[in-house]
């Protein structure tokens, strides 16, 4: 199970941690990414944490702006969202996540309920 928390009302530019608490795996075996939805928007992946060196995929859109990390002692992994932008505005979920060679995107499996992030401009 993973859950995120953290999200809230934000002002453009400024920045926020969010939360992801896992449990009922081994989490450290496991790479941990986040994903957002807009309204009215589908999927967008975000980032992917490996499991092992730290090494993480940020989409291009985030770049530069998100960092994520983990705890793996407290089965924990935070994404640091700064300099916010109201396009950023949606529900983030955190996920086991896994490179796809068929299509060199990111997929997102067993993620829980989401945080809500709103940028007011």
């Known amino acids: 199970q993973l859950q995120a928390s953290g999200g809230g009302l934000v002002q453009a530019g400024g920045s926020r941690r969010l939360s992801c608490a896992a449990s009922g795996f081994t989490f450290d075996a496991y790479a941990i990414g986040w994903f957002r939805q807009a309204p009215g928007k589908g999927r967008e992946g975000v980032s992917c944490i490996s499991s092992s060196d730290g090494s993480t995929y940020y989409a291009d859109s985030v770049k530069g702006r998100f960092t994520s990390s983990r705890d793996n002692a407290k089965s924990t992994v935070y994404l640091q969202v700064n300099s916010l932008k109201p396009e950023d505005t949606a529900v983030y979920y955190c996920?086991?996540?896994?490179?796809?060679?068929?299509?060199?995107?990111?997929?997102?499996?067993?993620w829980g309920q989401g945080t809500l992030v709103t940028v007011s401009s």
């Open positions: 996920a086991q996540c896994r490179y796809s060679d068929y299509d060199g995107g990111y997929e997102y499996d067993h």
